[in-house]
Structures are given as C-alpha cells and as structure tokens.
C-alpha cells in the first residue's frame, strides 16, 4: 500500500519561493510517486497561495486548468481558535498533487513576503504564525480531522519544526504518525523568547532539554530535531560538517547526540522545470549535442545586463546576497575578474550594503558588470543558458541547488568545497580532466586568493574552447534528477514505518 506522507513548509514552487525550500518542497510530490509515497503537500495560507486557489477554481468552471486546480468547496475542517485566530483547513492541488492550505487570514493575509512585510523586515508575531500553522499540521496529520489519514508528518525547517513536538507532547489522537525532521539550513532556527512558550498551548514538560527549551528560550528547528523520529539534511557533507561548532550554530551537540538518525540525501532537481531542451524562458533551447545554440542565450545575457558583446567568459552570480553566499568576498575580487577578461552578470537581492557594493562594481566598469537587483525566475534561467560558469562562494551551503541547474545547463559551476557543493561537482584537476570527468572547479577556502584562483582556473580552461565544451557535457550527463533521492526517502519512511 502507498505510504502517505504530509510534507509540511512554509514555501512551494510555483506558489510561494523565496530559496531553494521552495524548489524542494514543490518537486518532492513528483519525485516520491513513482515509490508508493503520495505526498500531500501542506501550505500557509498566504494572499498569493489563497489567490491561486480561487483562480484554479473558477478556471475549472470554465474548464481550464493552471498551476493549482480543484474547485474551492467547503472547509475541510474549522479551527475557532487556533492560538489566538480562527483558521480553516482549504483543499487544492499543486502540479497535480494534493495541497492542503491553512486559511488563518489573521496570520496569513498580509502583504509582502512570507516571513516579513515589503521593506523585508520579519514579522513581530512569526512565533504565533508558525506555531498556529505547526499546531494545524500536527492536527491533520495526527488525526484530529475527519477523512485525513497520514503515516508521516515530514517537516521542512524552523517554520515546521514546532509539527514533531506538538505530535510529541499534544498529539490530537493516540497514535500518532513517524515524523522526519529536514534540515534546509541549519542558520535558520525560530529562536524566541521563554516567554511565549505560555501560548503555544504545550504541556510545561516541552520546556526541558530534551524538549523545545533552546538556550533559555524556545527554539523552534531546535524543538523539531529533538522530536522527530528522523533527521536529514541535504548533502552528505552538510551532515557531517553540522556535527562542528563552525557549521551546527548551536545545534550541533543535539545533532551529535541524535547522530544515528541523521542521514544526508542530495536534492534534486525538477527536470520538468530545469531543461534547457524544453525550457520556455529560453531564446534559444539547446542540449548536449547543441551547444553551439547558447550563443543565441549569451546575446541575450549581454543585452538584460548591458555588457559589452564578445566572446569572452561571462560569469553569472544567481543568490541571495548575503555572508552565508560569500557575496562580500565576490564584491572584493571584482578587478581581478575584470583584469582577466572575465565579465559578470548578476542577479540576487539582500544585504543592503552588498546590494550597493554590487552596483557601485557595475558603476566602476560598465561593459564589464552587469547588476540587476530583485528577484527573476526567468532571467535566473537565462543566466544558466547564457552564460559561461557560475560562481558559487558560499561559506557553508547545506545542497545548493544553482550549481545543480548550471551543470544541467552548461554553465561551468566555480565553487566553494563545502556541504552539497563538495558532493555535487567534480573539480577540474589534471586526472579528472585527463578521464574527461571534471564537470567544474572547486576552491578551498573563501578568501580573496582562493576565489581569484578559481577565477583564473576558469578563464584558463576556457580559452581552450574543446576542453570548455568536454567540461560542460559531463556536467549535462550527469544525473541530478529526482530518481535517486527520490528513492531514498521512500525507504527512509519505509524504515521508520517497520521500525
Ligand atoms: P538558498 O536556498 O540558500 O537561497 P539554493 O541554491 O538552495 O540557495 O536555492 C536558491 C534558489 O533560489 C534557486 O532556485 C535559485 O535559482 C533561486 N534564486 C536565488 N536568488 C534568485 C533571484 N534573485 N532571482 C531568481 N531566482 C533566484
């Protein structure tokens, strides 16, 4: 019989994305059907998410059909007070999966992003939101609601972490479900006052050590780690460097202590999005044997970011702007990539400060730096189709999932040797260009030096345009699809379930 497994976060592509959660989140439906898992995916009701619920459902009175489908029908179920606001349970589709939105227009229906308003700052009350929307999900989960029946509760990150320790410490109903606990980015805790924990409606024995107290206050990822029956993150690596004060931020003696339950699984990606054959953001659409087509795409690169045209590398930057991604040290080694007649597109928005570094870099050499502040999912493909590598100087990065689109797309990954990047690409040195397995360039360290290395690295393969195209067609043949981690997660709740 299918497993059933309720997937819990606060994002899902295409309805809400503000990282690579979201492209997780969205492809895992798809990615576990095909091993006897139905994933129904369970949603915050945000204006955007509740909009394209109505949308869908008055399309398909007209008998069409969009991202979302299901006519809006009745509330599956009523909470009058859901930790202080009445929320309802909504039922729709996402790509063709179930979705479940949480309708608690008290939390949810607010303009801006998903965590903060539109200047970016975080909402006072995210403690609440969270809690209510984690308190929702440990109810349909664990069977507080009339026809829903799940065998897993899997949790994504801080915002779902409080979902394994309400099924833990109030579960709604005797038996409960397993519960998985995933780590997209340790960074991100939910970490709040002592205080609030009167209104999470927890017994007073989830205020412990080995509950949701977390340094004197409550931690939320702190909270669901402790409580789920399984860990993952989202490499190998990140699972062991997490296990150091460096990289665990706090977490890393529960995580030492919970080892055993911890496992590391690559994401993948979404190939019906991330095709460059089939890609409709795409001037020009292209595969291994066609490669010759991206010049088509590095036009347009040239033209979206005003740099000059020619043939030499153009580097493309697609990421938050922030310490975590090594922005500051990319903003420092700009001349250098310059000096060597390297151009740079890039497109990402964050930390002020780097956003102005970034557009003086574009004032200083213009033809060269190419900026555009905000967020584009296109444009984010076409930089994958246009360009010629991608930089990726992240201090820590739990997957990363832009080096998993550049390979998929010929654009050459440049990265820092950490988390899912170590895992993910195959450094150029002599023997893997000798065996014609190198896919990109690693670096060592993020400092200045390391990174112009890599620069340099790249610009000299790439003067040798046979050796270029040998790199960019290893990276396309490998497979990064959803088939393997797929797999893994099915028999990660397969074990928990015999267990
Ligand atoms: P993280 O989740 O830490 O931000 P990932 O590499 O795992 O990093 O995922 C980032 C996702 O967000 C990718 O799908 C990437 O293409 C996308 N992305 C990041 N910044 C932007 C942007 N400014 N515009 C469009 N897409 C972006």
């Not at 809690?131 to 029946?149: H, I, K, L, M, N």
């Not at 799940?150 to 479900?177: E, I, K, M, N, T």
């Amino acid at each position: 019989m299918a497993i059933s497994v309720l997937s819990v976060a606060s994002e899902a592509y295409p309805l809400v994305k503000t990282g690579g959660l979201g492209d997780v989140v969205g492809a895992l439906p798809a990615a576990l059907a095909p091993h006897g898992v139905d994933v129904t995916t369970f949603l915050p009701g945000y204006p955007r998410v509740l909009a394209a619920l109505e949308a869908a459902s008055s399309q398909q009175e007209h008998g069409g059909s969009g991202e979302v489908s299901h006519a809006l029908g009745a509330p599956l179920h009523r909470w009058p007070d859901l930790l202080g606001a009445p929320a309802q349970l909504l039922e729709g589709e996402i790509a063709g999966h179930r979705l479940l939105v949480l309708d608690a227009p008290g939390y949810f229906a607010r303009e801006g992003g998903p965590y903060g308003d539109p200047a970016g700052r975080d909402w006072d009350d995210n403690w609440r939101r969270f809690a209510a929307f984690a308190r929702a999900a440990a109810d349909v989960a664990g069977g507080a609601v009339a026809g829903e029946r799940y065998d897993v509760l899997h949790a994504h990150d801080w915002q779902s972490g409080l979902a394994p320790a309400y099924l833990r410490f109030a579960p709604p109903a005797p038996a409960v479900p397993r519960t998985v606990m995933t780590i997209h980015n340790i960074a991100f805790q939910g970490r709040y006052d002592a205080g609030i924990f009167a209104s999470l409606a927890l017994p007073a024995l989830a205020f412990a050590v080995d509950g949701v107290e977390y340094y004197g206050g409550v931690g939320y990822l702190k909270a669901g780690l402790e409580s789920a029956d399984a860990i993952t993150t989202v490499s190998p690596t990140y699972a062991r460097e997490i296990l150091s004060p460096d990289f665990g931020m706090g977490l890393e003696g529960l995580i030492r202590t919970r080892q055993r339950r911890v496992s590391g699984i690559v994401n993948g990606i979404d190939t019906a999005v991330w095709s460059p054959s089939a890609d409709p953001s795409l001037p020009a659409r292209y595969d291994a044997a066609t490669l010759a087509r991206r010049a088509v795409n590095k036009r347009a690169v040239e033209q979206a970011f005003a740099l000059d045209p020619g043939e030499g590398a153009i580097f493309c930057v697609v990421s938050r702007l922030t310490w975590q991604k090594g922005m500051d040290v990319l903003a420092d080694a700009i001349p250098a990539l310059v000096e060597r007649g390297g151009r740079l597109a890039l497109l990402g928005s964050g930390d002020a400060w780097l956003e102005q570094a970034f557009r003086d870099a574009a004032e200083r050499f213009p033809g060269q730096i190419g900026v555009r502040l905000g967020y584009d999912e296109a444009l984010s493909h076409l930089l994958q189709a246009g360009s010629d590598a991608i930089l990726i100087p992240s201090r820590f990065e739990p997957c990363g999932l832009t080096q998993l689109y550049g390979l998929a797309y010929g654009c050459v990954p440049v990265v820092a040797r950490t988390g899912g990047l170590a895992d993910t690409v195959i450094h150029a040195n002599a023997a893997a260009l000798a065996a014609g397995v190198a896919t990109g360039i690693q670096f060592d360290t993020v400092t200045y030096e390391s990174l112009v290395g890599a620069i340099a690295l790249a610009t000299d393969l790439y003067a040798d345009a046979e050796r270029w195209e040998q790199i960019q067609r290893a990276g396309m043949a490998a497979d990064f699809s959803w088939a393997t981690s797929g797999r893994r997660y099915a028999s990660l709740y397969r074990e928990l379930l015999a267990a």
